[in-house]
C-alpha cells in the first residue's frame, strides 16, 4: 500500500478508481486514506491531487488519531463491562453455567453464561466469538425488517440483501441490483441502519450521489442528514476488536 509522508507521519492511502464518480473524494479511515479517483486519471493526475490535498489530509487523519485514542479499551470480558449495541453502551453480566454452549439472552443488558468447560485463558475468545455470531444475527434481522419495509414502500427492486463484513463501505449497491449492509452498523442506532438500506435502495435508481439521488433519499428519509452526520462523527467507534468495542465501568 502506497504511503503518504508529511514531516514524521506516515499515512497509508489506496486508490479506488470508480467509473461512476463524477469527482475525485477523499474518505478518511482508521487505517489510512482511501482516494477515489476518476475513470481516465493517470498517475500523474493521481500524484498532483494528493499534492493540492496533503495538508488537508493530514489534518482530517489528525482529528481521526485524536478520536481513536479517545476510544474506551478493556481487555477481559468481564461483568460490569460493556459494548455498544444498537446505539446504546449495554452492560455485560458473565457468570459460569452447566450448558454445552454458552448462552446469550439479551434484555437491557447481556447476560452470558459461560460453560463450566471454558477455561481461563479461552475465556476472553470464546465470549467474543459467541458474541460476534449473536450481533450478526441481529444485525441481519434489522437489516431484512428495513429492507422489506423500503422495497415494498418505494417499489424499487433489488435482487437480494447481503449483511457481511466490508472493509470499506457502510452499505453497497452491487451492478447486479444486491444490497450489501455492513454488520457492524448494529452497533449504531437503528435509525442508522435504516439510513443506510434507503441509500443503497436509491442508488438502484440512481447510480452516482447527484441532486436526485439525495433528492430521493430525502423524499424517503426527511431527516437523513442527521442519521448521515451521526455515522461521519462515530464510525471510528463501530469496530470489531474486543479493545476497539468495549468499555470498563471502572
Known amino acids: 500500500m502506497p504511503v503518504l509522508t508529511v514531516g514524521k507521519t506516515e499515512i497509508p492511502y489506496e486508490v479506488y478508481r470508480s467509473h461512476r464518480a463524477e469527482k475525485r473524494r477523499i474518505e478518511v479511515k482508521p487505517e489510512g486514506i482511501r482516494l477515489t479517483v476518476l475513470p481516465n486519471d493517470n498517475e500523474a493526475d493521481i500524484q498532483k491531487f494528493i499534492k493540492r490535498k496533503k495538508r488537508w489530509i493530514y489534518d482530517q487523519f489528525d482529528i481521526m488519531r485524536e478520536k481513536l485514542a479517545k476510544r474506551p479499551l478493556v481487555h477481559r470480558y468481564v461483568s460490569g463491562a460493556k459494548i455498544p449495541y444498537r446505539g446504546r453502551m449495554m452492560m455485560l453480566k458473565i457468570e459460569r453455567g452447566d450448558h454445552r454452549d454458552i448462552k446469550i439472552n439479551y434484555r437491557n443488558r447481556f447476560d452470558i453464561q459461560v460453560p463450566e468447560w471454558v477455561g481461563e485463558e479461552a475465556h476472553d475468545l470464546v465470549i467474543e466469538d459467541a458474541l460476534r455470531l449473536w450481533l450478526r444475527k441481529r444485525a441481519r434481522e434489522d437489516a431484512k425488517l428495513f429492507y422489506d419495509q423500503y422495497r415494498l ?3 424499487l427492486k433489488p435482487k437480494a440483501l447481503r449483511v457481511r463484513d466490508q472493509k470499506h463501505h457502510w452499505g453497497l449497491c452491487g451492478k447486479d441490483g444486491t444490497i450489501h449492509i455492513n454488520w457492524n452498523l448494529i452497533f449504531s442506532p437503528k435509525p442508522v441502519m435504516e439510513y443506510a438500506i434507503v441509500h443503497e435502495l436509491c442508488h438502484l435508481r440512481y447510480r452516482d450521489h447527484g441532486e436526485d439521488f ?7 428519509l426527511p431527516d437523513y442528514q442527521k442519521r448521515k452526520q451521526w ?3 462515530n464510525e471510528h467507534m463501530l469496530g470489531l476488536s474486543r479493545k476497539e468495542f468495549l468499555i470498563d465501568l471502572k
Open 153 to 155: 414502500q418505494t417499489g
Open 214 to 220: 439525495w433528492g430521493l433519499v430525502e423524499a424517503i
Open 231 to 233: 455515522l461521519d462523527n
